[in-house]
């Protein structure tokens, strides 16, 4: 990895049959954020998917990052991050947020959702996505479980 970066990705998947009660209830309180494997630098991700009750499964642990997803710029001892937004569904985001700019020991937490429909069916899929990411080396592996220092919300209404 090019920077002294740890990135967790958490990608929770749903559809209608959990915007309303119960299933909403239930996919209101999938974390948005897991204590980590270790304090390496790496890339992890955790998918939590409706038709799988919502139980967090890890991808295998990586230590490349997805330059399509994620543009990281260090310049010194501060780190610019820019989540893009890579989804061909609705909606579409022309106005994006600024990169935002982290110290060492800083961490962000990055938020987008998104919506789209299944060929087969005419149904609709959910998508929220949330990214967290600390520059530095974090000192505890629980650090995505706090407050993050910087937090971009980019979720909207998705009918």
């Known amino acids: 990895m090019d920077a002294d970066v740890v990135v967790q990705w958490v990608r929770t998947e749903w559809t209608k049959q959990s915007r309303g009660e119960p299933g909403a209830t239930r996919r ?8 980590l494997p270790h304090l390496k630098p790496a890339v992890h991700e955790v998918r939590l998917r409706e038709w799988e009750d919502f139980a967090p499964v890890w991808s295998k642990e990586s230590d490349e990052i997805d330059r399509l ?3 990281l710029r260090e310049d010194g001892d501060v780190l610019s991050v820019q989540l893009q937004d890579t989804m061909h569904a609705t909606p579409r985001r022309w106005n994006r947020p600024s990169p935002v700019r982290l110290a060492r020991g800083e961490w962000v937490r990055w938020q987008l959702n ?8 005419g149904g609709y899929n959910y998508l929220l996505t949330t990214l967290n990411l600390a520059y530095g080396s ?15 919300d980019e979720q909207t209404h998705l009918r």
């Open 28 to 35: 209101n309180a999938v974390p948005v954020g897991f204590a």
């Open 69 to 71: 997803a994620l543009t």
């Open 114 to 121: 998104h919506r789209w429909q299944r060929p087969r069916d």
């Open 138 to 152: 974090p000192g505890d592996a629980k650090v995505f479980l706090g407050t993050p220092t910087r937090h971009v």
